[in-house]
């Protein structure tokens, strides 16, 4: 075999490959022997068919065959004798047929990662958000949890208000025809959480029980349902009970239930718990313009395969966060689709910065010794609850121990930037005037898809 390299760009390569004559006869042969141990052609015996017939019938499956072998074969060779840094699958840009006698030539194009030397990324000027504990955040959980805890049970009080759990008849019916997925008997629903189409909770609330009222709406333009989208309709709504919540009281008793014994716990507990999402938040932020900093100072062409396989990573990740929240992307409208549209950009800029950072670590010898593997796995069992011994398990594959060192050094190239940086606290910014996170839902996929009539499909 031989291959002639050629640099097409920054990021990609020309392999042209020849394949010598001797070598291609061979693979023809191998080819056609295992077919013909199942070939079925009339007249012959199974393994006995000559190599003349299984030509005439069978000739293209060989080529094939033999084109794909001679292609992976020759390619992997390549690139382990050349140590050629590919990311991505090869683009077969063209390719000779498979003759015996002649040596078989094909081209293909590759992706490399790119080589990065970082500069100016020491005693960078930066600006620290000042972390000041909010005193109203502590009310404001400790309200959420009693919410979460709260009982509905039937009350005394005539009229529904915003808040308050109802139990209703409805029937939908658009130009007077009732539809399908519109009708629901003894239908739980909460007045403001927004589970029916728009308009529907609010006519809802001041009826009394046994109160029978007809709800005029209209069908969002962007309603699941086609043939009912931007479309007016009208409800039949029969009011039959009337509940509301009851929060218990904030005491002790109620701290119990989170595990601890007195309210005064829990109240600690929360507090830490805040400040320390904050000062990782105020960390994070403080991490993300480093990045920004070095990628200014160090534009790198990022290759289209690097950039696909971060986006695939960041849309299982939003899909396992949201699946733990009992939720799935399409409920806020997210796809794959505009997922990709949304995050090229963020992709783009991971990538930049995770190849700057990389770089940086290999020009100052920055490296994860076994002291602070041993140190990650310890931390990694404590955060997952699970046994050391399990982590260190997992962790003893080539693969998934590379990462982890890769982890740590990242982790360390970070700090060592940090301790150079001129970093500058600031005032923290007022809630409108923060920035929205990278790893918000694309502001495209906000809308929440509307719910059909049925069970909250109204």
Do not use: W
């Not at 194009?109 to 504990?133: G, M, N």
């Not at 529904?160 to 409805?170: C, K, N, P, T, Y």
């Not at 060192?405 to 910014?429: D, G, H, N, R, T």
Request: proline letters at 4%.
């Amino acid at each position: 075999m031989n291959v002639k390299i050629e640099d097409v760009s920054s990021i990609k390569k020309k392999l042209n490959f020849e394949v010598a004559a001797d070598q291609v006869d061979k693979e023809i042969s191998k080819a056609f022997k295992k077919i013909g141990k199942t070939a079925k052609i009339k007249g012959f015996r199974a393994g006995k068919i000559p190599v003349a017939v299984l030509e005439k019938y069978y000739g293209a499956q060989m080529e094939q065959e033999v084109l794909s072998r001679l292609i992976n074969d020759t390619y992997f060779q390549a690139l382990q004798e050349n140590a050629i840094p590919v990311v991505g699958e090869p683009n077969i840009l063209d390719s000779s047929g498979i003759i015996k006698g002649e040596a078989f030539t094909y081209e293909a194009e590759v992706e490399i990662k790119p080589e990065v030397t970082a500069k100016d990324y020491t005693k960078l000027s930066l600006e620290k958000e000042k972390f000041v504990a909010d005193p109203k955040v502590l009310d404001s959980r400790l309200e959420e949890m009693r919410t979460s805890r709260a009982q509905v049970e039937p009350t005394t009080r005539k009229k529904a208000r915003e808040g308050d759990s109802v139990v209703i008849d409805f029937e939908g019916f658009v130009d007077g025809v009732a539809f399908e997925g519109g009708k629901g008997e003894d239908h739980l629903l909460e007045l403001g959480s927004g589970s029916f189409i728009p308009g529907f909770e609010d006519q809802v609330v001041g009826m009394k029980r046994e109160d029978a009222k007809d709800v005029e709406v209209t069908f969002p333009e962007e309603y699941g349902q086609a043939e009912l989208a931007g479309k007016p309709a009208v409800f039949k709504v029969v009011m039959k009970e009337i509940k509301e919540k009851v929060v218990p009281e904030l005491d002790d008793e109620f701290a119990k239930g989170f595990g601890v014994d007195t309210l005064d716990e829990l109240k600690a507990q929360l507090q830490t718990s805040y400040e320390t999402q904050e000062i990782n938040r105020v960390e994070g932020d403080l991490r993300e313009k480093l990045v920004g900093k070095l990628i200014e100072k160090n534009p790198v062409e990022v290759p289209e395969a690097m950039i696909v396989k971060q986006l695939e990573y960041m849309y299982e990740n939003i899909c396992n966060r949201m699946q733990s929240q009992g939720m799935k992307p399409e409920m806020l409208g997210i796809t794959p689709e505009n997922f990709r549209e949304n995050y090229r950009e963020t992709a783009i800029e991971q990538v930049s910065g995770n190849l700057i950072l990389e770089a940086i670590g290999r020009q100052e010898n920055i490296v994860a010794d076994e002291s602070e593997i041993d140190a990650k796995l310890e931390e990694i069992a404590t955060m997952a609850n699970a046994p050391i011994d399990m982590v260190k398990k997992y962790y003893a594959g080539a693969e998934a121990r590379s990462g982890l060192m890769a982890q740590i050094a990242e982790e360390k190239v970070v700090s060592f930037l940090l301790e150079s940086a001129k970093v500058k606290e600031v005032a923290p910014k007022k809630e409108e005037e923060a920035e929205p996170k990278k790893d918000a839902a694309p502001e495209k996929a906000k809308k929440k898809t509307e719910k059909k009539a049925d069970k909250g499909d109204a």
